[in-house]
């Protein structure tokens, strides 16, 4: 089983829908969680940081699940500058610390 | 944020050759630099962790003597893929962490290199 696992998609949505992403990680001992983005040939870009609470940035919000080792991204009215790689990465301390990467959601939003 | 800088941002080589590259820190410092490999509509696989003054630790499966991996001071990490083949033609991206930043995990991607080894 892979430590972090999501769905490939593609999830294709029409512009101004609301689309969710999960993901599951596998080591109980995670402490930190994000989403990035990644463009087309871009390097990863911080999304949003998940806290225990939940949080809500703008039109994203990210949800933690720690019982079910389980993170959620919420997108409401999406815009065309949405469509990107969306990576959930998990932070393990346990040992030496290092991020572990999904596969990644593919979004594509269309007009 | 913190600004990561890489160079050169894509290389094309012969088989056979090295190549060098560097990851450098530029408005904080560095301990810890990640190195990371990512094939086409692939994830990011974590290669190895660089931390200055010391060896870096690498994940399984990398060889460490065919990547290189140097951290000599707190804003410089450089990867050196020696004796490249086309199978490590890939996108490397190396990112740090600002311990500056009282208690954040996050790190700070520079913006990769592509190599194509011919």
């Known amino acids: 089983r892979k430590e972090v696992e999501q769905d490939p998609g593609p999830f294709n949505v029409p512009e101004g829908a ?13 402490q ?32 933690l699940n720690r019982a079910s080792q389980y993170i959620s991204l919420l997108i409401r009215d999406s815009k065309l500058s949405d469509s990107a790689t969306y990576l959930c990465v998990v932070n393990t301390t346990s040992g030496t610390y290092k991020y572990i990467f999904g596969t990644g959601t593919r979004l594509k939003v269309l007009a | 944020g913190a600004v990561v800088s890489q160079h050169p941002s894509r290389v094309i080589c012969k088989s056979g050759t090295s190549v060098k ?51 000599a001071s707190l804003t ?29 995990d996050e790190q700070f991607f520079g913006p990769g290199t592509r190599l194509t080894v011919l």
């Not at chain 1, 609301?18 to 990680?25: G, H």
């Not at chain 2, 450098?24 to 190895?48: C, E, G, I, N, V």
């Open chain 2, 76 to 104: 410089l990490s450089t990867l050196t893929v020696t004796s490249a083949h086309p199978e490590d033609s890939s996108f490397y991206i190396c990112s740090a962490r600002d311990l500056g930043t009282s208690g954040s």
């Open chain 1, 32 to 63: 930190s969680f994000f989403w990035y983005r990644q463009d087309c040939r871009k390097e990863p870009k911080l999304l949003m940081s998940v806290y225990s609470s939940g949080n809500e940035d703008g039109r994203f919000t990210a949800q």
């Open chain 2, 21 to 71: 590259i560097e990851c450098r820190s530029l408005d904080f410092q560095a301990t810890t630099m990640f190195w990371y490999r990512q094939f086409p509509k692939k994830s990011l696989m974590l290669m190895a962790t660089s931390n200055e003054g010391s060896k870096a630790t690498y994940e399984q499966g990398v060889e460490k003597d065919k990547f290189l991996i140097n951290h």
């Open chain 1, 18 to 30: 609301t689309v969710a992403f999960n993901c599951t990680y596998s080591n109980s001992a995670s």
